[in-house]
């Protein structure tokens, strides 16, 4: 994945891709897992943009994303997120 170019495109369960746009991407120190925050620019109906966030999963080359495993570590990634919309 290379975040330089913003775009990414995800294979959906189904066999399907779709492309989408990187936001950001992250890793904590502590456990060394990264994430990946992107958007397929869909509103709600508040009008506020959805985004995604995904575990980044890295086979040598290969890189797909995964799910989050824990209410815990749900958490860790909503204060990242607050804390990156405080400074914007």
Same mark, same amino acid.
């Given at each position: 994945?290379?975040?330089? *170019?913003k775009k990414m495109v995800? @294979?959906?369960e *189904?066999?399907?891709?779709?492309e989408v746009?990187?936001?950001f991407a992250f890793e904590f120190n502590d456990?060394?897992? =990264?994430?990946?925050?992107?958007t397929q620019n869909e509103k709600d109906e508040s009008g506020?943009?959805?985004?995604?966030?995904?575990?980044?999963? /890295?086979?040598g080359e290969q890189v797909r994303l995964g799910g989050? =495993?824990? *209410? =815990?570590?749900w958490s860790k990634i909503? *204060? @990242?997120? /607050?804390e990156l919309s405080k400074k914007e």
């Open positions: 994945m290379d975040i330089a *170019d995800v @294979v959906n *189904d066999g399907t891709k779709e746009e990187l936001l456990t060394k897992k =990264e994430y990946a925050v992107y506020n943009i959805t985004i995604y966030v995904s575990s980044v999963l /890295r086979d989050i =495993e824990s *209410d =815990e570590e909503k *204060d @990242v997120l /607050r």
